[in-house]
């Protein structure tokens, strides 16, 4: 259930889900994300249709990166900024991704809460900006 979360499976997803761009299987139509070689339901060799993504999704679980034990892609960030919260989110459409959260502080976050996906400056480091998608909570737009 978890295994999006692997660092292996981790790193091979970082173009997927930047790009919010997922994979539906032709023979069953299931979504995948990342795109790997199998289905992760049927198992049958992956042909697929892309597939963009709504960006919608709940909090499945989180936690608040600290100093160690990082992924290492956010090892750099985790440097200049410190500890941050991040979320593995179950989209509308079904996967799950592991994501940073942003526009809101670690104690707001709950499981099942709704977010939506956000394009951000992820850190900068030296002369290197990286991009990439964040997670805020979704706000009603006519909230009081
Ligand atoms: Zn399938």
Do not use: H
């Not at 889900?17 to 070689?37: M, Q």
């Amino acid at each position: 259930m978890m295994a999006y979360v692997s660092v292996p499976n981790y790193a091979r997803s970082i173009p997927q889900r930047y790009a919010l761009i997922a994979a539906k299987c032709r023979a069953c139509g299931a979504v995948n994300i990342p795109r790997g070689v199998n289905c992760r339901r049927c198992g049958k060799t992956l042909e697929y249709e892309p597939l963009k993504l709504s960006g919608k999704g709940k909090i499945y679980s989180f936690t608040v990166i600290s100093r160690g034990g990082s992924p290492p892609e956010f090892s750099t960030q985790q440097n200049l900024v410190g500890a941050y919260p991040v979320a593995v989110v179950e989209l509308n459409e079904g996967p799950r991704i592991v994501a940073q959260m942003t526009d809101c502080k670690a104690d707001e976050l709950r499981i099942g809460l709704d977010v939506e996906s956000t394009f951000r400056r992820i850190y900068e480091d030296d002369s290197m900006i990286r991009y990439g998608i964040k997670f805020r909570p979704a706000r009603p737009p006519s909230s009081t």
